[in-house]
Nanobody, 121 residues
Framework: QVQLVESGGGLVQTGESLKLSCKAS????????MGWYRQAPGKQREFVAE???????RYVDPWRGRFTISRDNAKNTIYLQMNSLKPDDTAVYYC???????????????WGQGAQVTVSS
């Protein structure tokens, strides 16, 4: 069983920073691209950023420059550094990864449980 666990969420004020972490764990698996999504209250889940094992990154323009995704392959962990946070950044942030457990024959998308980020004005 492979699990993704996010951490680092919390309550901050406008202009402050937060760094989210997402660690993949399990007995035996391979992992490819990993990414971050977010879901604001009353809205659909939306893509934020992704990173390959080779550290190639892709962002959605609204957050390019304020958010930075990074990765530690040795720890099966990705990070999302969020700077200059705004109230509109309030959302649940989800980690996503392409995972193939050793016993599986194909790759699947795995999701974390989400980390709440609240930005007060």
């Amino acid at each position: 069983q492979v699990q993704l666990v996010e951490s680092g969420g919390g309550l901050v004020q406008t202009g402050e920073s937060l760094k989210l972490s997402c660690k993949a764990s399990g007995s035996c698996f391979s992992i490819k691209d990993m990414g971050w999504y977010r879901q604001a209250p009353g809205k659909q889940r939306e893509f934020v950023a992704e990173i390959t094992r080779q550290d190639l990154t892709r962002y959605v323009d609204p957050w390019r420059g304020r958010f930075t995704i990074s990765r530690d392959n040795a720890k099966n962990t990705i990070y999302l550094q969020m700077n200059s946070l705004k109230p509109d950044d309030t959302a649940v942030y989800y980690c996503q990864a392409q995972v193939k457990p050793c016993a599986a024959s194909s790759w699947s998308d795995y999701w974390g449980q989400g980390a709440q980020v609240t930005v007060s004005s």
